[in-house]
């Protein structure tokens, strides 16, 4: 069949109604699935009228525009929207260079243009889509009729990047009455353009410390700018996912907005399209999200107040602490009871006058009968000091033994409890309530956004944190490099706001091992973890996304993160050091020894004070 025979069997087929485009366009839209929505660009008549009337009838919603038009509108949500193209119109060139300019070719929408004239695939292309950019996220499907069989060639093509090549992906034929026969391609767009062959992306990041650049992937101190060096090394690992090769750029900051609305630092670089990914995550925040798009959250890092909880004896007196109030209540009423006993039997010894005065005269250690005898006995039992004197009936001994057994048992499990309370920390300090109420000193790690946000916290409890403990007036704020932070945290009552993996690292280098235990974190900023983020509108959006979420589900993830950021130290030593008991500890215990003391004192002076009296009175009316 030579050129010219094909073209007027081609001709006949047109010529008599033969009408094999609807068909096509149904089989197509059926087979991509997922249409709710038809926007047909068409200039024959015959085909935009049957377009309309057999789509409508299968409830789409069709709308049929002229090659024409200047613009472009398109109902929203985009999602579920098929633009269907007649190539042989006339101003067709003119709308896919509009289409590109509108970035009509990204996802979500998804194209269909076809050309019933014979014509030379490559030569159509060229013709038609070397200036229009159709990205690695557009579907864009060209069919185009295959003048010896009738049937259509179908096509997707697409570019790796702007102003790249156009690729050509084969997938499969229409005919008529058969359908559509595809190759059995891979249906899931980013998965089939997932190798993009070391196309070039541009990624900026952020350093705050030049040197940290010569150690990006060394794991040398990690302190410093922890946050770029994880997603420098994942964010190699992301381009290594679709095969593209990077190239960076340095930033110092992550970019805040001028006056003039212009974007500074990395954010500035996205804005403007110099970057395709943001190479150190960022903190998300609403002014942010309307000009970058964020990926995935890749470093789950905070800054938090980290401090020592103070210790039990602190806070608390640990000398009532052994015992609830309802046994110290049970061991009040017992002491009662035992005592009443013992004087109830005391009295009795001593009604058998007989009995008693031939005991009284061997036996000095006799109780007397006095309620002030037994009250001391019980006392005496009570501070585990024995007793001077016993009753002498069998009635009263067993009372006293059954004092001085019971008193035992409970001085045993008080003093076993107190050991035990005293080297045990706190759990007072929950909140920041709690941090602003308690004896701890505030310090702050000196790093721009703590300088930014804590002079700048608006919620009461936090502005009165750094009024009063992080900026007293008058007073030199309280901003110091890590390591000093984290030292005079070591030495208590102090927490320290600091990002805690950094924090941590220099907490398991400096601290001994038992004085990691007791360890609380508070959070302060009221932001979320730092995440990646790429360029508004992103061909690459979907790949990238989904190479992160690849990263994080086989572990590669949490194995730079664990490798950069120290976790918080696990307790394994307590209890087995030497904890030394100061006077704090014992604060209760000498306020009531000093009580007696100055009590006794003040009784000596009474009773000298009263003995001269009485001798001036006597000298007196002596005289
Ligand atoms: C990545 O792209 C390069 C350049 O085209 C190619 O040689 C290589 O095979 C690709 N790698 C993979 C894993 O596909
Ligand atoms: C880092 O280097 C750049 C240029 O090399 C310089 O302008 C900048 O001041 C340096 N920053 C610091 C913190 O040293
Ligand atoms: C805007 O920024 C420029 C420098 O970039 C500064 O000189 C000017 O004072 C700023 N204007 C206002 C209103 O802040």
């Not at 060209?142 to 010896?148: E, G, Q, R």
């Not at 907490?507 to 609380?520: A, N, T, Y």
Request: glycine share 6%; with cysteine; aromatic share 12%.
């Amino acid at each position: 069949m030579n050129f010219k025979t094909v073209f007027v069997v081609f001709l006949f087929m047109k010529l008599h109604g033969c009408n094999i485009v609807l068909p096509m366009i149904n089989d197509l839209i059926e087979h991509f699935n997922k249409t709710q929505i038809i926007l047909a660009y068409l200039c024959d008549k015959n085909d935009a009228f049957q377009v309309v009337s057999h789509f409508s009838k299968k409830l789409y919603q069709v709308n049929v525009l002229s090659p024409n038009s200047r613009d472009m509108p398109y109902p929203t949500p985009p999602a579920f929207l098929t633009y269907v193209l007649d190539a042989g119109c006339s101003n067709t060139k003119q709308l896919l260079l509009l289409a590109s300019e509108q970035k009509q070719f990204a996802t979500p929408f998804k194209w269909i243009v076809y050309y019933n004239n014979p014509v030379e695939l490559s030569f159509f292309i060229d013709e038609y889509f070397t200036k229009t950019n159709i990205l690695v996220d557009s579907d864009v499907t060209l069919a185009t009729i295959n003048p010896t069989s009738g049937t259509f060639d179908l096509n997707k093509i697409y570019k790796r990047k702007i102003n790249g090549s156009i690729i050509i992906e084969n997938i499969g034929i229409w005919g008529r009455g058969l359908g559509v026969t595809d190759t059995g391609y891979e249906k899931i767009t980013y998965k089939r353009r997932r190798n993009l062959t070391k196309t070039v992306l541009k990624s900026c990041i952020v350093i705050t410390n030049n040197d940290s650049l010569n150690h990006l992937t060394d794991k040398r101190d990690i302190h410093i700018d922890s946050i770029a060096k994880v997603n420098y090394v994942l964010v190699q690992h992301l381009s290594d996912t679709i095969n593209a090769s990077l190239e960076y750029s340095v930033r110092g900051t992550w970019g805040y907005k001028d006056n003039k609305s212009q974007w500074s630092g990395m954010i500035g670089e996205l804005t403007r399209n110099e970057a395709d990914i943001g190479g150190t995550a960022l903190f998300l925040t609403s002014d942010r999200i309307r000009v970058i798009d964020y990926i995935a959250m890749t470093t789950p890092t905070r800054s938090k107040f980290i401090f020592r909880q103070p210790k039990l004896s602190y806070v608390a007196n640990v000398f009532t602490l052994p015992f609830d109030a309802s046994v110290w209540a049970s061991v009040c009423g017992l002491l009662v009871i035992i005592a009443g006993l013992l004087y109830v039997v005391v009295r009795w010894e001593w009604k058998k006058k007989d009995y008693v005065q031939v005991v009284n005269e061997s036996n000095i250690t006799e109780i007397h009968n006095s309620w002030l005898d037994v009250v001391f006995i019980t006392f005496g039992a009570l501070c585990q000091q024995g007793s001077s004197s016993v009753p002498f009936s069998i009635p009263g001994r067993i009372t006293l033994i059954f004092l001085l057994v019971s008193l035992m048992f409970l001085y045993t499990s008080y003093s076993a409890n107190i050991v035990a309370l005293l080297q045990s920390s706190s759990s007072s300090i929950q909140t920041l309530q709690d941090i602003l109420n308690s004896r701890l000193d505030v310090g702050v790690d000196n790093t721009v956004f703590n300088h930014f946000y804590f002079p700048n916290a608006t919620e009461p409890i936090r502005r009165a944190i750094y009024q009063q403990k992080v900026a007293p007036p008058g007073q030199k704020p309280k901003f110091y490099p890590i390591e000093e932070g984290i030292r005079k945290m070591r030495q208590g009552l102090f927490a320290f706001h600091v990002e805690t993996g950094p924090g941590y690292k220099f907490v398991s280098e400096i601290f001994r091992e038992d004085e990691k235990c007791g360890l609380q974190e508070i959070q302060y900023l009221q932001v979320p973890d730092p995440w990646l983020a790429i360029q508004k509108n992103s061909s690459y959006k979907k790949m990238l996304k989904v190479g992160l979420r690849l990263l994080q589900e086989n572990g590669i993830q949490e194995r730079e993160v664990g490798l950069i950021y120290t976790k918080k130290p696990q307790c394994l030593a307590r209890g087995s050091s030497f904890i030394s008991v100061g006077l704090v500890d014992c604060y209760p215990a000498a306020v009531v020894l000093a009580g007696g003391i100055g009590a006794a004192l003040a009784v000596l002076i009474l009773e000298i004070y009263v003995h001269q009296r009485i001798q001036y009175y006597t000298r007196r009316r002596r005289r």
